[in-house]
C-alpha cells in the first residue's frame, strides 16, 4: 500500500507541473506547455514585493490578456508570488539574477569575472539552489537566466569567464530540471555571439530590444544561421539611449501616443509575425514615480498610463475602456529663468469622455548621481485649465525636465514633457549632486525600500553574516537588522551603503542638510557587547567622499536603547554611508540588533 501510494505521489507531482519544450514545423518555431502551443503574451513583473495584493494584479494582467509575467530574480517572496500566479493561470519566467561586469543601466555595482573565484561559485549555488527550490511548481514556465551581463561588460576576457560560469550553470538546470527550458537575457544582439559559441546549453534566446529594432531581430538571427527560437524579454517605445533629439541637452521623450502606437503596432508588425520568435514581454507592468516611470510602466502613482491600455489591444484587440486625457500641447517659454521664478504654461488637454480632470507638475533633473537623475519631484503650480497655469521653477541649476500631469476620474493618466533652462547660484556650487531628501530621513525602518545596502563588509568578514529582515527581534515595526559575529576574536565592521559594493569611485549618497540629530535603537544577545556605530565611513583620499563622518562608542545590554548623536554643525551634503558598525569578538560569538535609524 506505501509504494502504491508513493507512486500515485510522484505520478501526482509530474501531472503538475508545466512541461515545457519547443518544437519547429517548417520554419515556425512554437513553446509547448504541457504539449500545447504557448504563445507569450508576456509583462515584466514589478509589484514583487507587494505580496498582500498579488492576486488582484494577477486578476488585472489576465484583464489585460497577459498569460505569463517575467521575474529578474527569486526572492523570500518568490513561493507565494508562484502560488498566487498559479491560482490565476498565469506562468512565470522564473529570473536568477547575474551580477555585471560594471556599472550600467541596470544598476551601479561592478564584479570582477576574472578574479573573484568565490563570488562566481556564490552565483552558481545560488542558481542551483533557486532550480532545486522551484522546479516542481506548477506556475513555472522557463528559467531566465542573467539579464544584459554582457552590454555590462568590458572586454572580450571577461565575456569569456561569464560565458563559461553561465554554461556551468545551464547544464547542470538541464541535468536537474528536465521539465523547463533555460531562456538567457541580453539587449539587443549583444549576447548572441557569446551564447553561440560558448552557451549551448540554451534553449530560448531571450532578447530586450525597445522601439522599431525589434523588426530586426529576425534578421539578426537569421545572417547568423542561428537555428533556435527567441522571446523579445523587454518591450515598449523606444527607449532614452536610442533617441538623438534633445531640448536644452535633454532627450525628447516620446508622446503618450507614440508610446501606445509602438506597444500596438510593434506587436502586430515587429514582434507576432516573426517565425523564430515566441512571443514577448512588454516592459513594465508597475507603478512608480520615477524618471522610467512615465517613459515605460504601466502606472505612473498608481493610475493607469497608455502602456496598460496598449498591452490589452494588443494582446486581446480590445480598445481602452476609457481614454487617457490627450495632452494637444504643453509648452513653456523659450528662454532661462532664475529659480523660484514663477512662469507661464501653456497647456491644451481634451478627454473624449469629458472626464473632470486633475492637473499637476513635476520635474527631473538629468545630472548628479543615478538616484538624483531618477527623482521626480513636486512642482508648485497655481492656475486652473481654463484660465491658464503658473509653475514655480525649482532650487536647481541647468536643464530641468518638467511633466504635465492629467488625471481623470477613471484614474487614467496623460503626461507630456518639456525642459527649461534655470539659473542658481548655490545648486551651482553643490560639490555632490545627490538627492536632497524629505526629514525624517529613516535609513533603517523594517527594511522597506532601504536607501542603503549592507555590502561594505570589513575585518573578519567571513565570520559575519548580516540579516536586514530579522523578524525575530524588533524595537518597533516587523523587523530590524541582525548583526551575528560567529568568531570569539578579531574585528569586524559593516557598513550601509549607497552605491552597492562601492567604495567611493562612483557618486552616490544623500543630501541629508538640516537634520540635527543621528538615532538608532540597538542592544545585543547579552551585556558586554561594545561597538562603535555611527555615519560615514569614505575618506576624502577617494573621488566620492561622504562630507562628514561621525560615530560613539556604545555599550549594549539584552534590552533595546536608543542612542543619539548631534550632528547639527557637519555638512550633511553627501552622505554615502548612512550606518557604519565596528566591533569585537569578546571570547564568545555575539548577536547586535539594530532599529529605526533615522536622520532628524
Not at 34 to 59: C, L, M, P, Q, R
Not at 72 to 95: C, P, S, Y
Not at 316 to 327: A, C, E, S
Request: charge should be negative; charged fraction near 25%.
Amino acid at each position: 500500500m506505501k509504494l502504491f501510494s508513493s507512486v500515485l505521489l510522484v505520478l501526482l507531482v509530474h501531472s503538475l507541473i508545466a512541461q515545457t519544450t519547443i518544437n519547429k514545423t517548417k520554419d515556425q518555431w512554437h513553446l509547448m506547455v504541457n504539449g500545447e502551443k504557448f504563445y507569450v503574451k508576456g509583462a515584466t513583473f514589478g509589484y514583487v514585493d507587494d505580496i498582500d495584493n498579488y492576486d488582484t494584479y494577477f486578476k488585472d494582467l489576465k484583464f489585460l490578456g497577459v498569460n505569463t509575467i517575467r521575474t529578474w530574480a527569486t526572492g523570500e517572496n518568490t513561493k507565494q508570488l508562484l502560488d498566487a500566479a498559479e491560482v490565476n493561470g498565469i506562468k512565470v519566467m522564473m529570473g536568477i539574477w547575474m551580477r555585471h561586469g560594471r556599472p550600467g543601466m541596470e544598476d551601479d555595482d561592478s564584479f570582477n569575472y576574472l578574479e573573484d573565484k568565490e563570488g562566481m561559485e556564490a552565483m552558481y549555488i545560488n542558481a542551483i539552489e533557486k532550480v532545486k527550490s522551484y522546479k516542481d511548481h506548477p506556475a513555472v514556465l522557463t528559467w531566465g537566466i542573467g539579464n544584459e551581463v554582457y552590454l555590462n561588460m568590458a572586454t572580450d576576457e571577461e565575456k569569456i569567464a561569464y560565458s563559461k560560469l553561465l554554461e556551468r550553470i545551464c547544464s547542470k538546470i538541464k541535468s536537474i530540471d528536465p521539465n523547463h527550458l533555460i531562456v538567457s537575457v541580453e539587449a539587443w544582439n549583444f549576447g548572441l555571439d557569446w551564447w553561440e559559441k560558448y552557451v549551448p546549453s540554451i534553449d530560448i534566446y531571450g532578447l530586450n530590444c525597445y522601439g522599431a529594432g525589434a523588426n530586426y531581430l529576425q534578421d539578426e538571427l537569421d545572417k547568423r544561421d542561428i537555428n533556435k527560437p527567441y522571446i523579445i524579454t523587454e518591450f515598449g517605445v523606444t527607449g532614452e539611449w536610442d533617441i538623438k533629439d534633445k531640448k536644452n541637452g535633454i532627450t525628447i521623450e516620446p508622446s503618450d501616443t507614440e508610446k501606445y502606437e509602438a506597444i500596438t503596432g510593434g506587436y502586430r508588425d515587429w514582434i507576432s509575425n516573426k517565425p523564430s520568435c515566441l512571443g514577448v514581454y512588454m516592459f513594465h507592468y508597475n507603478s512608480g514615480n520615477q524618471f522610467m516611470a512615465p517613459w515605460l510602466f504601466t502606472h505612473v502613482n498608481n493610475s493607469k498610463r497608455p502602456q496598460y491600455w496598449a498591452i490589452r489591444e494588443a494582446y486581446t484587440d480590445n480598445k481602452p475602456t476609457n481614454n487617457i486625457p490627450y495632452i494637444k500641447a504643453f509648452q513653456l517659454p523659450n528662454d532661462t529663468f532664475k529659480s523660484e521664478t514663477w512662469i507661464p504654461v501653456t497647456l491644451e488637454v481634451e478627454d473624449i469622455e469629458n472626464d473632470q480632470l486633475e492637473v499637476s507638475f513635476s520635474y527631473n533633473q538629468r545630472t548628479g548621481s543615478r538616484k538624483r537623475r531618477d527623482q521626480i519631484n513636486a512642482l508648485s503650480h497655481r492656475g486652473n485649465l481654463k484660465d491658464g497655469f503658473e509653475i514655480k521653477l525649482p532650487q536647481e541649476d541647468g536643464a530641468i525636465k518638467v511633466y504635465a500631469n492629467v488625471n481623470d476620474s477613471f484614474n487614467n493618466m496623460g503626461i507630456a514633457s518639456t525642459s527649461i533652462l534655470v539659473e542658481d547660484e548655490k545648486a551651482r556650487a553643490k560639490q555632490f549632486k545627490v538627492p536632497k531628501v524629505s526629514l525624517p530621513f529613516y535609513v533603517y525602518e523594517d527594511n522597506e525600500e532601504p536607501p542603503y545596502f549592507a555590502s561594505g563588509y570589513m575585518g573578519n568578514y567571513k565570520d559575519l553574516e548580516v540579516d536586514v529582515n530579522y523578524k525575530r527581534e524588533k524595537h518597533s515595526g516587523t523587523s530590524s537588522i541582525r548583526i551575528h559575529y560567529k568568531a570569539i576574536s578579531s574585528w569586524y565592521g559593516i557598513a550601509f551603503v549607497d552605491p552597492a559594493n562601492d567604495w567611493g569611485e562612483i557618486l552616490g549618497g544623500y543630501d541629508i542638510s538640516g537634520a540635527k540629530t543621528f538615532s538608532f535603537w540597538a542592544k545585543s544577545d547579552f551585556s558586554g557587547v561594545s561597538a562603535k556605530i555611527g555615519f560615514g565611513l569614505i575618506d576624502k583620499d577617494k573621488p566620492f567622499p561622504d562630507t562628514s563622518k561621525t560615530s560613539i562608542n556604545v555599550d549594549l545590554t539584552s534590552e533595546w536603547k536608543k542612542f543619539t548623536i548631534k550632528i547639527k554643525k557637519l555638512d550633511l551634503s553627501c552622505i554615502r554611508s548612512g550606518l557604519v558598525l565596528f566591533s569585537n569578538g569578546y571570547g564568545s560569538s555575539h548577536k547586535i540588533y539594530i532599529d529605526d535609524v533615522v536622520f532628524e
